[in-house]
Structure formats: C-alpha cells, structure tokens
C-alpha cells in the first residue's frame, strides 16, 4: 500500500481496488474514490508488482493457444481474437485499438497465492510508438463492471511496464522483426478494455432491454466520474478505450473497432469510430 499524505490513509493498489470497487449501483462512488487516491493507488501498484521473471513464460513457446475447455467460453474468445490479429499473420491493424497481438495469457503473479495479479489476457503492440497495449477481455455474458475491467487493465500495464526489460526481450524472441525499444517515463502503456456488442448493450443506450435497465441508470450516473477516471488515467500515461468485437454465429471474430457511446456522453474524434480494413 502506500500512504496518501492528503488524507493519511494507506491506500491499496489497483490489483485490489478493482475487487473493492466492483458493485454496479456504486459506480459513481467508486469512480470518485480511485480518482481522490488515483496516484497513491498507482504508486502502491507499482510497488506490488510481483517479479514476473520467476513464472518462467517466454511469449515464443505460446503462440498456440491450448485448447479450452467448453465452459471456458471467454478463454476461447481471447484464442480466437489472439489467432485473428496474431503479428504476421497479415491482418490489417485496429485503427485506435492496436496495430497486432504479440502474446496471450500472460502470469503476473510468481507465487500459487495470486495477490489479487492474474494473467494479461491479451498484449497488443502500437508500431508507431513501439509501445505495449494492454487488451483486457470480458465475455458478452460477463457479469463484472467496465469499471474494474478497466481497473485491472491498468493494474497489468503497470505490471507490464515495471517487467518491460523482460517482457520485450520476449517479444523480440518471438517476434525478432518486430521493433522493441527501452520504455521511457513519458511513454505511454494503452489499455483497451474489449467485448462483445452484447456486453456494451448491458452499459449504453443501445439496448431497451428491462434487464439492464438498471446498469444503463447507475452508469449513466457515473458518466462523468468515469469520464473524468479515464482522463486522469491518460493524463497518468495510460490511455484507454473501449473496443467491441463482431462476432458471427455469437462464435467467429470478423471485426473489432473502438466504440463511441461509452462511457456516457464520449465521444470518439472523427475517423477512429470505423471498423478496421
């Protein structure tokens, strides 16, 4: 943890904040409360980053994903997503998501007891800036908020950037064509939080759907926290969007493209709403 010197409270990592803050009808509180501790809240994240090089991954022995399970539907999503964008494979990039996919299912916990540190689900890398891009993956039937997918995307981009002299050396292993440089202080690491259409239709207006009705009121209450959350996160060095996935037969990945009506009241600048080629 670390200390807010404002308020003299010890102040969790967001590796634990995203299981604290993850109630629908509090979503407006809990916008606020990350946004009063945000930069206590990252610099005790950064502390708790476990060493990742204890787990032993190395990207180029995982560039197959294993086979999942029939109730494990959204690690077969993240397969089929890994597969479709994988680097080399010549898919165009995602015009404000990710240029390709360099690694899935990433540890960053080194002990059997997690810590609240999980697995990146996807990394993504931005050929302009030579980047990382943390992609965090939510199923259509997730039940769990926008706001701690977010959370634990920046949680792991932190992870990611405290690990980056190892984990770069990885990518450029599997991917020895592909430019990976030092990261600097002022570099930034993107998260994309991304899903299913039928996941956002639980969180926007497009949907009139009575089951949801309740999630569209909490999160409209909280637009303009989050709004300002997702700010203070750029501002921070970790930009975020929201990506949606097309999905044909609820099972093939055909597209992906960032979305514009979320949170409440975004809006997407021109020419980034489109799908990719």
């Known amino acids: 943890m670390a200390e807010d ?4 409270h010890d102040v ?5 904040l995203k299981d604290r803050y993850k109630q629908v009808s509090m979503l407006d509180e809990h916008c606020r409360a990350v946004i009063s501790d945000l930069t206590a809240a990252l610099a005790a994240t950064m502390g708790a980053v476990p060493d990742g090089r204890q787990t032993g991954y190395r990207i180029a022995e995982h560039q197959t994903p294993a086979r999942a399970s029939a109730g494990q539907s959204e690690r077969r999503l993240e397969a089929r997503v890994f597969c479709r964008w994988k680097c080399g494979n010549g898919m165009q990039p995602v015009r404000g998501l990710w240029d390709c996919l360099v690694a899935y299912q990433i540890p960053l916990f080194d002990r059997q ?6 697995y990146i689900d996807l990394l993504g890398y931005a050929s302009a800036t030579q980047t990382p891009i943390i992609v965090e993956l939510k199923d259509a039937g997730s039940p769990e908020t926008p706001l701690r997918a977010m959370l634990e995307g920046v949680a792991y981009a932190i992870a990611v950037r405290k690990l980056w002299t190892d984990i770069g050396r990885s990518i450029h292993s599997a991917f020895p064509d592909l430019p990976v440089k030092a990261l600097t202080e002022t570099d930034e690491v993107g998260v994309v939080v991304l899903a299913p259409e039928a996941y956002w239709l639980q969180w926007t207006e497009r949907s009139n759907e009575p089951e949801y009705r309740l999630r569209r009121r909490y ?4 637009g303009a926290a989050f ?3 997702v700010e203070s996160l750029r501002a921070a060095g970790y930009p975020i969007a929201f990506g949606e996935l097309a999905l044909s ?9 960032v979305i514009g009506d979320f949170p409440p009241g975004k809006t997407v600048p021109k020419g980034r709403e489109h799908h990719s080629a």
């Open 5 to 8: 010197h404002a308020s003299g």
């Open 249 to 257: 037969n609820g099972m093939t990945v055909e597209d992906a493209r």
């Open 227 to 229: 709004a300002e959350l």
């Open 219 to 222: 999160i409209q209450a909280a």
């Open 12 to 16: 969790p990592g967001l590796h634990r």
């Open 113 to 118: 007891a997690k810590a609240g540190w999980g």
